[in-house]
């Protein structure tokens, strides 16, 4: 994998937070940034524009029970376990190549189903639910 260099200017608060995440981490701050930089950015192959707004118009197309149900997705309980499991690992610095992969894996699964609720519970909004009714 070819690597370029990158100088970023980023205000103190969150310089700060980042250093003390990759403290706690026991990372060096460059690796903790690459990481969160890859989780949090789509891949070139994901989801487009288009994508997500096809998702959002099917939302839409559907009846308010399919959509309760829509929003009560999570993770699968093996799912869940692997994360929390690797989230472990990470905290005791003792994450392999593979396994930083899966976490990698699991948080876009997580970020995915996150936002697909999100989505959801904004069309429930848009026709006059709250999400705890």
């Known amino acids: 994998m070819s690597t370029e260099s990158v100088r970023l200017e980023m ?3 969150l310089y700060r937070r980042a250093q ?4 706690m ?5 460059e690796q903790l940034l690459i990481k969160t930089l ?4 789509p891949l070139e192959d994901e989801t487009s524009v288009d994508e997500l707004r096809a ?8 009846s308010e029970d399919a959509l309760w149900l829509e929003s009560q997705h999570t993770l699968t309980t093996d799912q869940e376990a692997q994360l929390h499991a690797l989230l472990e690992a990470q ?8 396994q930083e992969t899966q ?4 948080r876009r699964e997580y970020t995915r189903v996150m936002l697909r609720k ?5 069309v429930l909004a848009e026709r006059g639910y709250k999400p705890l009714d």
């Open 20 to 23: 003390h995440a990759a403290q």
């Open 38 to 41: 890859d989780t949090a950015l």
């Open 103 to 106: 976490l990698s894996e699991l």
């Open 55 to 62: 998702d959002a118009i099917a939302l839409r197309a559907l």
């Open 25 to 29: 981490l026991k990372q060096p701050l």
């Open 11 to 13: 205000p103190g608060t």
């Open 118 to 122: 999100a989505r959801t519970f904004a």
């Open 91 to 98: 905290n005791a610095g003792a994450l392999s190549r593979e």
